[in-house]
Nanobody, 120 residues
Framework: QVQLVESGGGLVQAGGSLRLSCVVS????????MAWYRQIPGHEREMVAT???????NYSDSVKGRFTIFEDNAKKTGWLQMNSLKPEDTAVYYC??????????????WGQGTQVTVAP
């Protein structure tokens, strides 16, 4: 059974930093694409950042230059470094991972979400 365990959320002042972590537990063959999304109550979930297995990254315009996504495939862990945080970054952040199981079957999993609150 694969699970994504997120941590690192919390309350921070505007201009501050947080680092979110996402650990993939369970037996897999490969950790492929990882991504972070966020959701504000009453709004749709939006993509924040993605990283491919080859290390190619993509960011939403709203976080470009402030957030960095990276992963360690051997540790089955991904991170989202968030700098220069703004109140509008306040949301529940979710990680997602595309994995390949030992039998080469692919699947996608989501974390439980972690709250990030940025005070003015």
């Amino acid at each position: 059974q694969v699970q994504l365990v997120e941590s690192g959320g919390g309350l921070v002042q505007a201009g501050g930093s947080l680092r979110l972590s996402c650990v993939v537990s369970g037996v897999i063959r490969l950790l492929n694409h990882m991504a972070w999304y966020r959701q504000i109550p009453g709004h749709e979930r939006e993509m924040v950042a993605t990283i491919s297995s080859g290390g190619a990254t993509n960011y939403s315009d709203s976080v470009k230059g402030r957030f960095t996504i990276f992963e360690d495939n051997a540790k089955k862990t991904g991170w989202l470094q968030m700098n220069s945080l703004k109140p509008e970054d306040t949301a529940v952040y979710y990680c997602t991972a595309d994995v390949t199981f030992l039998d080469w079957r692919p699947d996608r999993f989501w974390g439980q979400g972690t709250q990030v609150t940025v005070a003015p």
